[in-house]
């Protein structure tokens, strides 16, 4: 079975319009999977499964030290391991601090007497809605947990190349927005045409070019007067515009209501598809190139 | 001295704007801004920077290539995907700098270094000092860079006797939302009438309770959809948040924000209910 190409679609900052863009192409397309990997802030489910609290689940764990007090002399090695300060001497007993716990296991590997073992924590869930033309997944990071990366892990493990993979990334530069889009054959940026939108973009630009993701960009809450913002970065750094979706009250509206706006609006579901079209040529010459 | 950190959950809900605007308002301050992943508050403050310090935050394992002997204990240890499969490199993107591979690499080829992530910026504003970074793309310390930013606002607030700290908190409900939460006295919630915003706001709201910090709410563009907005007031009235202000959905900010203008300046009934935010400020934290 010939490979569909997989998206990621991500934004400097939140509030762009990533989780629009995501949602409206899916629905436009066929035989799609949308994975969303804002694992802090998932939306997209709004729009595609609000029920998905009810839907088949998996936990998403990671390993926390547990110190036997009865083993533990209180040499302090793991303390002074430990390179987050999740482990600290109360007395003469460790304290462990489970939420910086960054689940290395080296307190177990440097403790001479055998008084760590790790035990299970949820970090996150992962949550699956299998619909006749959307095969849905989101990831999510617990409240309270610090690390989003394991959960994005988990979640990319569910990516089914025979389908259009669309992942949703988490804005901005650090690393669970690499870990979102590595490995994805294309990236769109969603931007919006003021002077935040523009500053932002140009992080994620710097940061996709370190890592030599192919990219074009969408210009959200697009308006004549100040596209040129955008525009003239684009033009001078050689980058495609591929989409507008304009400024609208209506479009606005029908967010707020988590109601996508392809069918709403005419016109815009051929618009999305031939948004589609495009992506993959521009995959398509990236993976050219890169063969040459 | 008190501390007000303003967060959202969701991105774009107006968190940076409302923070400026609230800081053009307010006396004897300092502004630090934590949100380091996309700062965008110095876009609206314009500060001159006095002072720019080198972030070292993050560590990284680095490998002396005539030391390795290809046993790949570093691979098998690794928990974070962080060494290459083939060759036993270290890949920086994935590398947490745990130390791990430092520890049960046999002939000490692997060691830790200190990594430059970002800069700390110290600056003056027209409406106070203003502490603010920069993260370098791809570094993944972005907490313990927020962390900074905010032990050196407390230190010039410290210093030069102010009454309030400012800060324009992180996105999200990870570790930079943490680092930026922790330590304030009050945390803001800024928020829009959607289904999106409400669906974030619930996480965040249950973020700022596990550290139990006292909360107030701003429901930014509430005309936007009023039905939402209120579904949203009566949720965070059962959670003891305090309602501080509601913004409408006004062609005023999107244009003072094109123009990289105060929407203060610009508009009298904003103005008035950016100054009702203060005095309610003012009510909740010193006569408490």
């Not at chain 1, 029920?51 to 990671?62: A, H, L, N």
């Not at chain 1, 489970?98 to 007497?113: A, L, M, R």
């Not at chain 1, 997944?137 to 569910?158: F, M, R």
């Not at chain 2, 923070?19 to 053009?24: F, G, R």
């Amino acid at each position: 079975m010939k490979q569909e190409i997989s998206l990621s679609i991500l934004s400097g900052k939140g509030g762009t319009g990533k989780t629009t863009l995501a949602v409206n192409l899916a629905l436009a397309l066929d035989n799609v999977q949308l994975l969303d990997a804002d694992v802090e802030e998932p939306n997209d489910y709004i729009f595609i499964s609000p029920e998905i609290e009810k839907k088949e689940k998996e936990s998403v764990m990671r390993l926390i030290p547990e110190i036997d007090e009865d083993k533990c002399t209180a040499c302090r090695k793991c303390v002074d391991f430990c390179e987050y300060n999740a482990l600290a001497m109360m007395l003469d007993n460790v304290l462990v601090f489970e939420e910086v716990c960054h689940s290395c296991g080296g307190c177990k590997i440097v403790c001479p007497e055998n008084a760590i073992t790790e035990k299970e924590r949820e970090l996150g869930k992962l949550y699956h809605d299998n619909q006749a033309k959307i095969d849905f997944w989101q990831g999510e990071l617990n409240t309270g947990e610090e690390k989003a990366v394991p959960v994005i892990e988990k979640l990319k493990t569910k990516i089914d190349h025979s389908r259009k993979v669309i992942i949703d990334s988490p804005p901005g530069t650090t690393c669970p927005t690499i870990e979102a889009i590595t490995d994805t054959d294309f990236t769109v940026v969603v931007t919006e045409p003021s002077s935040f939108g523009l500053h932002d973009l140009k992080m994620v630009v710097e940061m996709l070019n370190e890592i030599r993701q192919p990219f074009a960009v969408v210009i959200n809450r697009a308006e004549a007067d100040s596209d040129y913002l955008i525009e003239d970065y684009c033009q001078e750094n050689e980058i495609n515009i591929l989409l507008k979706i304009p400024f609208s009250r209506k479009i606005a509206e029908l967010y707020s209501n988590g109601k996508p706006f392809l069918d709403e609006l005419e016109g815009w579901r051929a618009k999305f598809k031939e948004l589609y079209r495009e992506i993959r040529e521009e995959a398509a010459k990236d993976e050219r190139n890169n063969s040459n | 001295m008190k501390e007000i950190t303003v967060i959202s959950g969701k991105g774009g809900t107006g968190k940076t704007t409302f923070t400026a605007n609230l800081a053009s308002l307010m006396d004897n301050l300092v502004i630090g801004d934590c949100d380091v992943d996309a700062p965008n508050l110095h876009l609206l403050l314009n500060p001159v920077n006095i002072s720019e310090e080198i972030h070292k935050g993050a560590k990284l394992a680095v490998k002396n290539q005539d030391l390795c002997i290809d046993c790949g204990k570093c691979y098998d240890y690794c928990r974070f995907n962080a060494i290459t499969a083939a060759d036993y490199q270290v890949k920086n993107l994935k590398c947490e700098g745990c130390g791990v591979c430092v520890e049960v690499c046999p002939t000490d080829a692997l060691k830790l270094e200190a990594i430059e992530t970002g800069s700390l910026y110290q600056a003056e504003s027209k409406f106070g000092e203003m502490i603010h970074a920069r993260l370098i793309p791809g570094a993944d310390t972005s907490g313990k860079l927020v962390s900074e930013v905010k032990k050196k606002a407390s230190a010039v607030a410290k210093q030069k006797n102010k009454d309030w700290i400012l800060i324009d908190g992180s996105p999200g409900i990870g570790c930079p939302v943490i680092a930026s939460l922790t330590g304030s006295d009050m945390a803001i919630l800024v928020t829009e009438p959607t289904l999106s915003g409400f669906s974030d706001l619930k996480r965040v709201i249950e973020v700022v309770k596990h550290f139990k910090i006292p909360a107030g709410l701003v429901i930014n563009k509430f005309d936007l959809n009023e039905k939402i907005g209120d579904r949203i007031e009566r949720y965070c009235k059962e959670e003891d948040i305090e309602l501080l202000t509601k913004i409408p959905y006004s062609r005023v900010i999107v244009e003072s924000l094109q123009k990289g203008e105060l929407f203060v300046d610009n508009d009298q009934d904003l103005r008035a209910r950016m100054t009702s935010v203060i005095a309610k400020l003012n009510t909740k934290l010193e006569v408490e």
